[in-house]
């Protein structure tokens, strides 16, 4: 079965600076990947979807790219705020289609 | 966040008890999905429900009992739970096409902290 690694770490970033969390898969690369945030008590909130052809793609001061040779994908959150502060998760498909979620990463950006 | 809505948002139940967890979608999307979430644990997926059809059941155990009478709403019936049962259950919908391919993002609703004594 597919393993999926974010970094269990907190990532704790000041305001301004660009927040870079990565996401690692361990088998099979999967035809798309996607990034959810989720605040605490509540459920993930999409993002952003990128497919393996697709090298890099943008929403706002959002960035995420998919490299299937390191089988990594990277998720940058670029001028940080505070408002950022959350965790992030990386979902891909398994073997049987169904999509499987990392534990994310933590983001705490300090005024 | 109105569109996945999920009661009750917390529940605290003896491990005699029976319970239901509730969710609707006001989406109109024709997958549901259960999952459970643990402290520091990925999301577990629990059921998946296309077009009102229970498609997967990823070996959860018998007092998790899932129900899902039209493709709005969707049930998951509780009854002697143990503790280690206790972790945030999320519902979540989304659209899928017929022949597969890459489906859209899932929508979660807010989720239920069951916590069993």
């Known amino acids: 079965s597919q393993k999926i690694e974010q970094n269990s770490e907190a990532l704790n970033i000041q305001e301004g600076k660009t927040a870079t969390l990565t996401c690692n898969y361990t088998?099979?690369?999967?035809?798309?990947l996607q990034w959810y945030r989720q605040d605490p008590g509540r459920g993930p909130v999409f993002l952003l979807l990128?497919?393996?052809?697709?090298k890099e793609k943008r929403k706002e001061r959002l960035k995420v790219t998919f490299d299937t040779t390191l089988k990594q994908s990277l998720f940058h959150i670029t001028a940080s705020q505070p408002a950022d502060s959350a965790t992030y998760l990386c979902?891909?498909?398994?073997?049987?289609?169904?999509?499987?979620f990392g534990a994310g990463t933590q983001v705490v950006v300090t005024p | 966040e109105t569109g996945v809505t999920q009661t009750p948002r917390h529940l605290v139940m003896g491990m005699t008890n029976k319970k239901s967890l509730k969710c609707e979608q006001h989406?109109?999307?024709?997958?549901m999905y259960w999952y459970k979430q643990s402290a520091k644990k990925p999301l577990e997926l629990m059921f998946v429900?296309?077009?009102?059809?229970?498609?997967e059941n990823n070996s959860v155990p018998s007092r998790f009992s899932p129900e899902c009478p039209n493709s709005s709403h969707l049930f998951l019936h509780l009854h002697t739970l143990q503790p280690e049962d206790s972790a945030l259950y999320l519902c979540?919908?989304?659209?899928?096409?017929?022949?597969?391919?890459?489906?859209?993002?899932?929508?979660f609703g807010p989720g239920t902290r069951l916590t069993v004594t």
């Open positions: 979540a919908s989304s659209q899928v096409g017929l022949a597969g391919g890459i489906p859209y993002e899932q929508y």
């Open positions: 088998n099979y690369s999967p035809a798309y």
């Open positions: 990128i497919r393996e052809n697709e």
């Open positions: 979902a891909l498909p398994n073997s049987w289609g169904k999509l499987q």
């Open positions: 989406l109109g999307h024709n997958a």
């Open positions: 429900y296309n077009f009102k059809e229970q498609t």
